[in-house]
């Protein structure tokens, strides 16, 4: 085995988590859809993610202060492809991708009824890096599959086939399998 030494693209040694897909309004109350896969958790109660500063869902998040995070698997992968490209805000990708909204209990923005898990979030603060700003944001309420409820309460990444992009941009994913416990 031998290792290379890199300088550029370091973030890439540790991505993986899920891809989501946030639901945030615009300023007249049409839902907007984008993808994101750069975030992570914070704390039991707090998620950042790194959102372009040009995007909708940056501006609307700015605008109106929450947001939904829908988290995607295997079988609407293709919805958030669509999600993840620079749709007009005159047109709706959620219509576009084919997905269904259903409202949230706590927040304003909608959640994707085909998405195996939900969270309703609040604006808390932010960095901002370059082209992206870091969002920390609060969780204030949550939705699971029945079926995908893990034994800690949380997702089950692997049953529920909670899709990962292995290549961004390239629209290449993977799901996890063979779980193995270290005792
Ligand atoms: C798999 C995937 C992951 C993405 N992850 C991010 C991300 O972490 N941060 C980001 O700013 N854009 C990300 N994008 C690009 C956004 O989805 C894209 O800019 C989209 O147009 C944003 O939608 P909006 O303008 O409706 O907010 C990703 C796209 C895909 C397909």
């Known amino acids: 085995m031998a290792k290379r030494f890199i300088e550029k693209g370091l973030t890439n040694l540790v991505r993986a988590r899920p891809i989501i897909i946030i639901v945030t309004l615009h300023p007249d109350g049409t839902p907007n859809a984008g993808?994101?896969?750069a975030y992570t958790n914070v704390s039991a109660t707090e998620i950042g993610i790194a959102i372009?500063?040009?995007s909708h869902t940056y501006k609307n998040i700015k605008a109106k202060g929450e947001l939904t995070i829908n988290v995607v698997t295997k079988p609407i992968a293709q919805a958030a492809e669509i999600c993840g490209q620079d749709i007009p805000a005159s047109r709706s990708e959620i219509d576009e991708a084919g997905l269904t909204i259903e409202p949230s209990k706590k927040?304003?923005?909608?959640i994707i009824?085909?998405?195996v898990a939900?969270?309703?979030c609040r604006y808390l603060k932010e960095i901002e890096i370059n082209y992206h700003s870091f969002v920390l944001v609060g969780c204030i309420a949550g939705h699971?599959?029945?079926e995908f409820i893990a034994d800690d309460g949380g997702l089950d990444v692997v049953k529920s086939q909670a899709i990962f992009n292995?290549?961004?941009?390239?629209?290449?994913?993977?799901?996890?399998?063979?779980?193995f416990m270290v005792r």
């Open 35 to 37: 993808t994101f896969g």
């Open 118 to 120: 939900n969270i309703e």
């Open 113 to 115: 009824k085909e998405c």
């Open 144 to 146: 699971i599959e029945e």
């Open 107 to 110: 927040v304003s923005p909608p």
């Open 52 to 54: 372009g500063k040009p």
């Open 166 to 179: 292995i290549g961004y941009p390239e629209p290449l994913y993977a799901i996890l399998g063979n779980p």
